[in-house]
């Protein structure tokens, strides 16, 4: 028997569930289990990225140590397998669950009805998305300058949209 889980939380709910405000799934719409929290180390960039992006002014719930998990791949296993329970959540980078870390039994949920899927995080739909750049040196020279207007190019998006990354531009090469 799979658990009921909602397949969409808004932003509050999720504040609410890394809080430790709400701990059962069927205050949150699904059904009357717990909700197993699976949180990153404080010095990691998805912990900070989540505490800035997601809890803003909310402090998160101290997590027991046996519910942190070292590393990104680590996380989604925690999730994916914790003690047989389908109440895990967790939250890693997209890139990391889609591609570094595929796995069958990690469903990405919709936040306020937007799935975090290309499209939606290109053009800024879904809220949970941060922006990474490219940076040079001051004054580049020719070569970098060249590997800049790659990356630009439709086959450079295509490279960063295969590696997990949302590309600035949908190209022929990745729709």
Same mark, same amino acid.
Do not use: C
């Given at each position: 028997?799979?658990? @009921?889980?909602p397949? $969409? *939380?808004?932003?509050?709910?999720? !504040?609410?569930i890394? $809080?430790?405000?709400?701990?059962?799934?069927?205050?949150?719409?699904g059904?009357? !289990?717990?909700i197993?929290?699976?949180q990153?180390?404080?010095?990691?960039? @998805?912990? $900070?990225?989540?505490?800035?992006k997601v809890?803003?002014?909310?402090? /998160?719930?101290?997590p027991?140590?046996?519910e942190?998990?070292?590393? /990104?791949?680590?996380?989604?296993?925690?999730?994916a397998?914790?003690?047989? +329970?389908?109440?895990?959540?967790?939250y890693?980078?997209?890139?990391?669950?889609?591609?570094?870390?595929?796995?069958?039994?990690i469903?990405?949920l919709?936040i306020?009805?937007?799935?975090?899927?290309?499209?939606t995080?290109?053009?800024?739909?879904y809220?949970f998305?941060?922006?990474?750049y /490219?940076v040079?040196?001051? +004054?580049? +020279?020719?070569?970098?300058?060249?590997?800049?207007r790659w990356?630009? $190019?439709p086959?450079?998006? @295509? *490279?960063?949209?295969?590696?997990?990354?949302?590309? *600035?531009y !949908?190209t022929?090469?990745n729709?």
């Amino acid at each position: 028997k799979y658990a @009921s889980r909602p397949k $969409s *939380l808004t932003q509050q709910q999720v !504040r609410n569930i890394f $809080s430790g405000k709400t701990t059962r799934w069927n205050e949150v719409g699904g059904d009357n !289990r717990k909700i197993e929290v699976w949180q990153r180390p404080e010095d990691s960039g @998805s912990q $900070s990225t989540m505490l800035a992006k997601v809890m803003k002014e909310t402090p /998160m719930l101290p997590p027991r140590e046996t519910e942190v998990a070292q590393g /990104m791949g680590g996380i989604v296993r925690k999730v994916a397998y914790y003690q047989n +329970n389908k109440g895990a959540i967790g939250y890693t980078f997209r890139y990391y669950v889609t591609k570094m870390n595929p796995h069958k039994g990690i469903k990405l949920l919709a936040i306020e009805g937007v799935a975090p899927t290309v499209e939606t995080i290109r053009d800024g739909r879904y809220p949970f998305a941060v922006d990474v750049y /490219m940076v040079t040196r001051e +004054n580049p +020279n020719e070569q970098t300058q060249k590997i800049v207007r790659w990356f630009l $190019s439709p086959p450079g998006q @295509s *490279l960063v949209e295969d590696v997990g990354y949302v590309p *600035l531009y !949908r190209t022929l090469e990745n729709h």
